[in-house]
């Protein structure tokens, strides 16, 4: 029976867990006996754990995840007068993390499973297009195998910003290990993510692993040599210890999100648009998010029945007043934007509460036929 009045937040970050709770106090204590908060053996270690579990040879882990983006572009010399191609469907992170480089974002379109359409790419190249920054968006991978076709075939570099999917595979790779480099942001509300801010980045290719790690500390070398003037990227080490010790639950979680994914599914599919996977993939949720025609009106009535939903995002990037100049070719885009919105999805989200909000869905859907 699902009781009348369940409330369901859209995101709960609390740690409830013992064992959980325990494993990250064994980590402080392990930090305070140290005493190494900047870089040192926890930096290294995670490191080494996530270049492992991505598979790739290179991981630099960075202040957070628009950081990581930025170094990434960074890393392979994006500058003034360069433009990069990029979905117009992501957090404003990524097209910011373009901008700051000095060179211009260009938008393409995306499809229904509100990813970048690769036919839409060529629609927008130029002789100054540089990069495509893929994103693997609310957790379900890009269609490499089409992108890296057109990446090829126009000699553009490939950056991924897998910030959303951490953990998914496509045709067999880990989610970070499709970009010359990948950025992965690692917030508190990522299904990996620290105590804190943290991002990190991914390479096979040693020249632009060095030139991240430069970067990263104000562009020197030993501290000392000046090589590319910079800023400080470098992530805690306390938050990168607690993120190493959340690695061995990620399985766990991306389990029950796949459960409550399911669940939604199979119940929502004849109400509304529910999400996809790419072809060859097998995507994490990130988020859960819906297309729906009459969005704003759900939102309103879930909201009245105390479910949190969230629209992500109410605006394309393209659409932001500061990129309103930059070339675009988001046909689709502009109408899916509008019927986009996110359930609520995470680990301690209890059955019953994912019926619930199953029910106020249909419910509202059904008002009117
Ligand atoms: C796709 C994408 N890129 C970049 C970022 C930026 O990451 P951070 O919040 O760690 O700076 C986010 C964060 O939400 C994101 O979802």
Redesign the pocket.
């Known amino acids: 029976m699902i009781k009348a009045s369940l409330q369901v937040r859209f995101l709960d970050l609390s740690i409830t867990n013992k064992e959980d709770r325990e494993d990250l106090k064994e980590v402080l204590e392990r930090c305070m006996d140290h005493g190494q908060f900047v870089m040192g053996q926890e930096i290294s270690n995670l490191e080494k754990n996530l270049a492992e579990y991505v598979g790739r040879d290179y991981c630099v882990t960075v202040s957070?995840?628009?950081?990581?983006?930025y170094l990434a572009l960074k890393g392979i010399d994006i500058k003034q007068g360069d433009e990069v191609i990029t979905t117009p469907l992501?957090?404003i992170?990524?097209a910011n993390?373009i901008k700051m480089t000095g060179a211009k974002p260009v938008f393409c379109d995306i499809n229904q499973d509100l990813n970048l359409d690769p036919n839409s790419i060529e629609k927008v190249i130029s002789k100054n297009t540089k990069a495509l920054l893929t994103?693997?968006?609310t957790g379900n991978m890009a269609d490499y195998e089409q992108i890296i076709k057109i990446a090829n075939k126009y000699k553009i570099k490939l950056i991924e910003?897998?910030?959303?999917a951490f953990g998914a595979k496509y045709d067999g790779r880990k989610c970070g290990s499709f970009g010359v480099v990948s950025?992965i942001?690692?917030?508190p509300?990522?299904i990996f993510g620290g105590l804190g801010?943290?991002?990190s980045v991914f390479t096979n290719d040693q020249e632009i692993a060095n030139k991240i790690q430069i970067l990263r500390y104000n562009g020197t070398v030993n501290k000392e040599f000046l090589k590319y003037p910079s800023l400080n990227f470098r992530a805690d080490s306390l938050n990168a210890a607690f993120l190493q010790s959340r690695l061995k639950n990620l399985p766990k979680k991306l389990n029950r999100r796949s459960e409550i994914a399911k669940r939604y599914t199979e119940n929502l599919k004849n109400y509304c648009l529910t999400p996809t996977e790419t072809k060859n993939s097998q995507r994490v949720f990130?988020t859960y998010t819906i297309q729906i025609e009459d969005r704003d009106g759900l939102s309103k009535y879930l909201a009245e029945n105390n479910i949190e939903t969230k629209i992500q995002h109410p605006l394309l990037m393209s659409e932001q007043e500061p990129y309103a100049d930059c070339k675009t070719y988001t046909k689709k885009a502009s109408q899916i934007i509008k019927k986009v919105l996110c359930l609520p999805i995470y680990e301690g989200l209890s059955d019953d509460q994912v019926d619930y909000v199953i029910e106020k869905v249909i419910n509202y859907q059904k008002s009117f036929t």
């Open positions: 957070s995840g628009t950081d990581a983006v992501s957090w992170a990524t993390a994103v693997d968006y910003d897998g910030s959303q950025a942001s690692h917030n509300m990522k801010e943290i991002g990130y």
